[in-house]
């Protein structure tokens, strides 16, 4: 099973991670991080596959993808 981990504090809310996840399971979060944005997270990590498309796509690196 992949993990996938998002450092939320670093992470924009581009929303551009949930724009290229195949299974639609990354989404922005309610909370709000210490910069003021909606972080990306994983809405349900036991459908993550580990294609690691959210993390090619961040333009500031904040993705991590362990399989």
Excluded at 56 to 64: A, G, L
């Amino acid at each position: 099973m992949a993990k996938v981990i998002f450092d939320e504090e670093r992470c924009k809310g581009c929303g551009l991670c949930v724009l290229q996840c195949p299974k639609k399971i990354v989404k922005l979060s309610e909370r709000i991080n210490a910069k003021g944005y909606h972080p990306a997270e994983c809405s349900d990590p036991a459908a993550c596959i580990g294609c690691a498309f959210c993390a090619r796509m961040c333009p500031d690196c904040v993705i991590t993808v362990e399989k």
